[in-house]
């Protein structure tokens, strides 16, 4: 037994079945311990591989943008992420990108619609979804995780549905099951039922299925409509009032 095991130690087999059945060890508790431990541990992995490898193109697009946008080339702003268990509220954080709209004003100190903001550079980041790559920093910090459902506004929070609010279940991502499955082109109601089935649901092997069919997307420039969801407060009050309407018509009706 103890000169079997001297040969495995050092002949090119003995290595080679050390390496695979290690390999296989690790994908099998990939596998089982994702939820509660490799999930995170491969947002820190992989978060901070990309923050080195892409620092080039960062630091590119930071004086880029910094030209281009006449300043600050990052747009930050405060969104909801993973509700906290102990308090049961979702965790407020900094989200960060590259800007892609100017901060032109009109004659009263009001800014400018969106679509007169936006600039051609700006459309160019946001089909290639080059101004998300800052959010690797909230990747890597703990805010978001590389797949889950997007971060939206602090102020739709009020507007959400008990089973819409399950969206907070898991950290927010950077790209998500509804954004594979049509981006910004499914209505809110499917957007948050993606996203509440994503959060019900997660495994590696989703994971790894999301991030290539972002890949393909993203090459592709499938599904990409700028601009094209209302919001999503606009969205529901529009419901309640509508609602409230077709109340009050069956009441007098029923009268």
Known sequence: MKEF???????WWGITIIVVVALALWVL???????PFFKRFY???LSGLALIVLSPILLILTVLGAIKMKGNPFFTQLRPGKINKRTGKEKIFKLIKFRTMTCEKDENGTLLPDEKRLTKYGKILRSTSLDELPELINIFIG????VGPRPLLVSYLPYYTETERHRHDVRPGLTGWAQVNGRNTVNWEKRFELDVEYCNNFTLVIDIKILLDTVKSV???????????EDFDEYRKKQIHESINDTVVGTIQGE
């Open 143 to 146: 805010d978001m995780s590389i």
């Open 219 to 229: 090459f592709s420039r499938d599904n990409i409509e700028l601009n094209s969801l």
């Open 5 to 11: 095991f001297e040969k495995l130690i050092s002949e």
């Open 43 to 45: 947002d820190i992995v």
């Open 29 to 35: 508790l990939s596998v089982l311990l994702y939820r």
